[in-house]
């Protein structure tokens, strides 16, 4: 391999387009003792690369890691803990369901009792009918209180009655006004004139 | 999959993992995430048939571990963007005054991003398809070729320039 070609495969190599196998050649090449001197960043450069390759694992590690794998058996799915995760989420969720269709279906046996009391139906509906018949006889006071209010009505005309009165009152006063002004206005006439002026 | 079969084909990836780890953690830290990651693919064991490339699973198991652990511990010196420094490589400075080639180039390549160190030590040191690197870095493969040639144009550029300034500096 001579200059050139290293040059044409650096240059892809730079541009990240060589393949591996060309990738090796040219390793080979620059780290072998014949490799051109301009090449010497690229040949300290692969000479890192390489001795980076040889850094392993220490011994004592990989026994352990080997160790390990002897001992570390895989346990059936339902014994991991993914298992034990859904498995506890379902019961839960049906434990629930189990408790509400419970309460709901569940009726007393032999007594026929409200739900949440102590009273029979029979018990509460003759509270319920004592209750209507209280409400009644409310009522029927009620209608009786309300008659004397009637009377009331009765003032309600006498005001209208007198706010007619006030009308007519108002008038009178504006037609003695007018008559005042009149007699006045005569007045001044019978000043200017030689007759008397007698009104009746 | 057999106990052995396991031993035979997938086992010896274990040093890649371990490489890989180390990008990212301490000595230890990556000791331990090999481990995990193996005996995570043993567990899996009867499912590894449908995968095209196990060395790219184990990779991808392993550089999510690594991401983990960094999110977890709030790992020393690192972050999601940049890991700056792994602890076994040495600062740039150290590096120079220590005139090593290799601590030099571990050095420049420890200072890049994080995606672009990862794909330049999946090709370059692992010598992975730039399909089963895209898989493990979930980018496309013409963004790995891109990641790559950014990479690999920074690692020249620093390693000339430093080699020019030793050079002249004797």
């Not at chain 2, 899996?44 to 095209?52: C, D, F, H, I």
């Amino acid at each position: 391999m001579n200059t050139t070609e290293i040059k044409i495969l650096l240059e892809k190599y730079y541009e990240g387009r060589t393949n591996l196998e060309e990738e090796c050649q040219m390793k080979a090449y620059l780290l072998s003792p014949k490799a051109d001197p301009q090449f010497a960043a690229e040949a300290r450069m692969f000479g890192h690369l390489a001795k980076a390759k040889q850094e392993t694992l220490p011994t004592a590690v990989k026994e352990k890691i080997l160790h390990r794998l002897q001992h570390t058996t895989v346990l059936p799915y339902y014994r991991t803990r993914q298992f034990w995760y859904y498995a506890t989420g379902i019961a839960a969720t049906l434990l629930i369901l189990f408790t509400i269709a419970i309460s709901f279906y569940q009726q007393p046996a032999g007594k026929d009792s409200l739900a949440g009391t102590n009273y029979t139906r029979a018990e509460a509906q003759a509270a319920v009918l004592q209750t209507q018949q209280a409400l009644a006889y409310v009522g029927t006071k009620f209608t009786q209180g309300t008659k004397p209010l009637k009377e009331l009505d009765k003032l309600q005309n006498t005001q209208v009655r007198m706010q007619k009165l006030g009308k007519l009152h108002r008038n009178v006063k504006t037609i003695n006004h007018n008559m005042d002004k009149a007699s006045e206005s005569l007045k001044e006439v019978e000043k200017l004139s030689k007759f008397k002026i007698v009104v009746n | 999959m057999t106990q052995q079969a396991f031993i035979d084909e997938v086992l010896p990836h274990q040093d890649k993992v371990y490489r890989l780890a180390r990008n990212y953690l301490s000595n230890a830290d990556s000791e331990d995430v090999a481990q995990e990651v193996m005996i995570r693919l043993w567990q899996k064991r009867a499912e590894l048939s449908g995968y095209r490339s196990v060395p790219a699973l184990a990779m991808v198991i392993a550089r999510n571990l690594c991401l983990d652990r960094i999110k977890a511990k709030g790992y020393q010196n690192s972050s999601l963007n940049g890991i700056s420094e792994p602890a076994h490589h040495q600062t740039p400075a150290s590096a120079l005054e220590a005139k090593d080639d290799t601590a030099l180039a571990l050095s420049i390549i420890s200072q890049l991003p994080e995606q672009q160190r990862i794909i330049v030590h999946l090709r370059d040191v692992e010598e992975m398809e730039y399909e089963e690197i895209a898989a493990v870095v979930k980018m496309n493969v013409n963004t790995v070729r891109v990641n790559l040639s950014r990479a690999r144009k920074t690692i020249r550029e620093t390693m000339i320039k430093n080699y020019n300034y030793e050079y002249h500096g004797n």
